[in-house]
């Protein structure tokens, strides 16, 4: 009985149930064929190599209904009548077809194997990357994509290599089993006494592996998140001297992979040697009882060494299909966590009968916006107007709720109460596609891909005109420093853009920013981690973009934002304050508090820069 699993597994070989059942057909062709060389072992035994034997006549066998006795003989012409040609030509056309046979029925099961899962492996992606932004949150990424590679893996073996398995092992396993009756049926139903005893523990093997391979891949996913934690993060891992530590790291959770594996290829490896130790009992009984009937001259040496040859190929397929079985329970275990990705709820996509939003001209419209994230409240009466080309500051220290604020406007979280208008329109109620294609974003870290300068620029976009893409990065300054890479712009930048520095990653993500040219901005801390050189060529490209847009900047630098239209405190998830810089210095409240801190600490720093100045004056003098 196939579990829920394997049923929903299998199920995506449905699309390729032609080539399946084509595949199935030459792999039952590949059975015949193997009976038939059994069959063949009955002339060669009694009439090629017995010099005794006169009659030209090969007989195989004799139909168990018609009584009609099937002749070698009959399948070639009359010249062709020696016993030696006849057996060597059938032996050669029966291996001819079993080859062609078994090379086209397995590559067709096994294609359509690699293609079911090769659909599950996009499935799984596409439903990993349509995830709400919290479920990133909250799920490692080295198990993320361990899901997608390693589990996903396990069960393309069972369904391409292991499923041709199957279906060449069945048919052989009737195969064979036809031929022992036909040869003697006494003998094959006392041969197949002792089978229960090994099938029971097989299936007891079976479930164990099951739970022991889920374990696995957890725990394998463990170790994909250690490795990727510290490649990614390797600068810091060396900066504080942690590689020891991480390597400590790294064998313990390899270690507890090791131990989780063991305990299922223990499980697995019991069946094959279970299935040997009935051989030698079988094999003895089947001789004391065929000795008799040899001598009698009821059965020939020919017949018994045929049946012989049927019950070891026999046990084979028996022995395959436990091995089969074992390897399904692997894939159940392995893909019990696929399942469960694949059966999340997508990120809340379109409100039916959302329409396309207007392209934005008039005022953007916080409206009494709350938001709770996991039954835990982060802003509360957020209301507040921006009109079209003001600059909105958002102030305030680290949890106040700044990013949170402006990752409502592009939809990345859903309000929880009240709601954001864009000329009067909730976001909610237009499609997501078209309210993310008015809002551009620049934040602290920006993610570059493994790709080209030029694909970097243009990512999301399609067919843009060569100038647009000069006139961006020119717009964004970073037309200097991407003429001097040594291939320009179809430079590849490295993972998140390694190869370049934070400066210059940042005017790409402002290049592409400018490319989308989009009539909202969201700026949040896009130049906190840069040197004052290239804050300072940030700023300039920052003030390009900002031309003609309504931007909404996150910044703890005050200075940076005292142009601002209107600038909104936060705190406790809340708007304290609101007004410009001027009205709120004025005010003397949690603003002006924040900018006598920020500018009394430059205050401080400048004597201590100084220092080094005034203690190398003395040698200059000299």
């Given at each position: ?247 400590r790291k790294f064998r313990a959770a390899a270690q507890r992979l090791l131990r989780e594996t063991m305990r299922w290829v223990r499980a697995y490896v019991a069946s094959s040697p279970l299935m040997d130790l009935l051989q030698p009992v079988v094999i003895s009984l089947l001789l004391l009882y065929a000795r008799d009937k040899i ?59 959302a329409t396309a939003l207007p392209e934005f001209s008039r005022e953007i419209h916080f409206e009494n916006v709350s938001f709770s994230y996991d039954s835990t409240p982060v802003l509360g009466g957020i209301d507040f107007r921006a009109g079209n080309g003001d600059v909105i500051a958002l102030v305030g220290s680290s949890g106040a ?222």
């Amino acid at each position: 009985m196939l579990s829920p699993q394997l049923k929903r597994l299998l199920g995506y070989i449905r699309p390729y149930l032609l080539r399946m059942v084509t595949g199935v057909i030459f792999l039952a062709i590949v059975a015949l064929a193997e009976g038939a060389i059994v069959f063949l072992i009955v002339p060669i035994i009694d009439r090629v190599l017995n010099p005794a034997a006169i009659d030209s006549a090969l007989s195989l066998f004799t139909l168990p209904i018609t009584h009609k006795t099937i002749y070698l003989n009959h399948f070639f012409p009359p010249r062709i009548h020696n016993v030696w040609t006849v057996v060597s030509l059938s032996l050669l056309v029966v291996f001819l077809v079993k080859a062609i046979a078994e090379f086209v029925g397995n590559g067709l099961i096994q294609s359509v194997g690699h293609y079911a899962v090769t659909d599950l492996r996009n499935e799984i992606y596409a439903k990993l990357i349509r995830q709400p932004i919290a479920f990133f949150q909250h799920q490692p990424a080295g198990r993320l994509m361990s899901v997608v590679i390693n589990d996903v893996e396990r069960a393309r073996l069972a369904v391409s290599e292991y499923l041709a398995d199957l279906f060449r092992q069945s048919f052989a396993l009737v195969v064979f089993t036809a031929v022992l009756l036909r040869i003697d049926w006494a003998m094959a139903l006392g041969s197949g006494v002792f089978l229960p005893l090994v099938l029971w523990p097989v299936g007891k093997l079976g479930r164990r592996i099951r739970r022991s391979v889920q374990d696995s891949q957890t725990r394998l996913g463990e170790l994909s998140q250690i490795l990727q934690e510290t490649v990614s993060g390797n600068r810091v891992v060396k900066a504080f001297g942690m590689e020891e530590f991480e390597i400590r790291k790294f064998r313990a959770a390899a270690q507890r992979l090791l131990r989780e594996t063991m305990r299922w290829v223990r499980a697995y490896v019991a069946s094959s040697p279970l299935m040997d130790l009935l051989q030698p009992v079988v094999i003895s009984l089947l001789l004391l009882y065929a000795r008799d009937k040899i001598r009698l001259q009821q059965m020939t040496l020919g017949m018994f060494f045929a049946f012989v040859v049927a019950l070891f190929k026999s046990y084979e397929p028996v022995k395959r299909m436990g091995s089969v079985y074992q390897q399904f329970q692997q894939a159940e275990g392995a893909t019990i966590q696929v399942f469960k990705f694949l059966d999340l709820a997508e990120e809340e996509q379109d409100a039916a009968g959302a329409t396309a939003l207007p392209e934005f001209s008039r005022e953007i419209h916080f409206e009494n916006v709350s938001f709770s994230y996991d039954s835990t409240p982060v802003l509360g009466g957020i209301d507040f107007r921006a009109g079209n080309g003001d600059v909105i500051a958002l102030v305030g220290s680290s949890g106040a709720g700044k990013t949170t604020l402006v990752n409502l406007l592009p939809r990345l979280y859903e309000v929880s109460s009240g709601a954001i208008r864009i000329d009067g329109v909730d976001i909610r109620s237009v499609t997501l596609r078209s309210l993310r294609a008015q809002i551009a974003m620049v934040t602290q870290e920006n993610i570059l891909f493994h790709d080209t300068v030029w694909n970097n620029i243009c990512y999301g976009l399609t067919s843009v005109p060569e100038e647009k893409v000069l006139a961006a990065a020119k717009a964004a300054l970073a037309e200097d420093f991407i003429l001097a890479l040594p291939n320009a712009y179809n430079t590849v930048i490295g993972e998140r853009g390694t190869r370049l520095s934070g400066g210059q990653r940042q005017r790409i993500a402002i290049a592409r920013a400018i490319l989308k040219d989009s009539p909202i901005l969201i700026l949040d801390e896009a130049t906190s981690e840069l040197d004052a050189e290239s804050e300072l060529y940030v700023q300039k490209a920052l003030a390009n973009l900002m031309v003609g847009r309504t931007t909404f900047v996150i910044a703890h630098r005050l200075a940076t934002i005292r142009r601002a239209d209107k600038i909104l405190v936060l705190e406790g998830g809340r708007i304290r304050e609101s007004g410009t810089h001027t009205e709120l210095i004025a005010r003397g409240g949690t603003y002006a508090r924040l900018h006598d801190l920020q500018f009394a600490d430059d205050d401080m720093l400048a004597p201590a820069q100084a220092a080094p100045a005034n203690l190398e004056s003395p040698q200059n003098s000299s």
